[in-house]
């Protein structure tokens, strides 16, 4: 199974923006959908976005005209780009294959507050 090491995370004020990456343990050239998470605190986990090797994404309403899902298949990563930042995007972000998921990585922290 691949696995993901999530990573970008940090304090941000409201407004303010972050890149998350994912990077991949092997290959993700034959995966064709990937996907960005995130669980705030006690909430389940939700798709954030996600994106085709053929580049086609779709996002959750919430973050739709903000956020920015994007791969390179060569260098085994997926990242996130996320602006305007809002609190209640504040939660552990992860990636996985929505299809056929992986083991959870540790995700990567992101706090919005000012």
């Known amino acids: 199974q691949v696995q993901f090491v999530e990573s970008g995370g940090g304090l941000v004020q409201p407004g303010g923006s972050l890149r998350l990456s994912c990077a991949a343990s092997r290959s993700i050239y034959r995966i064709y959908v990937m996907g960005w998470y995130r669980q705030a605190p006690g909430k389940q986990r939700e798709v954030v976005a996600q994106?085709?090797?053929?580049?086609?994404?779709n996002y959750t309403d919430s973050v739709k005209g903000r956020f920015s899902i994007a791969r390179d298949n060569a260098k085994r990563t997926v990242y996130l780009q996320m602006n305007s930042l809002k609190p209640e995007d504040t939660a552990v972000y992860y990636c996985?294959?929505?299809?056929?998921?992986?083991?959870w990585g540790q995700g990567t922290q992101v706090t919005v507050s000012s």
């Open positions: 996985n294959i929505p299809t056929r998921p992986s083991p």
């Open positions: 994106i085709t090797n053929d580049g086609g994404t």
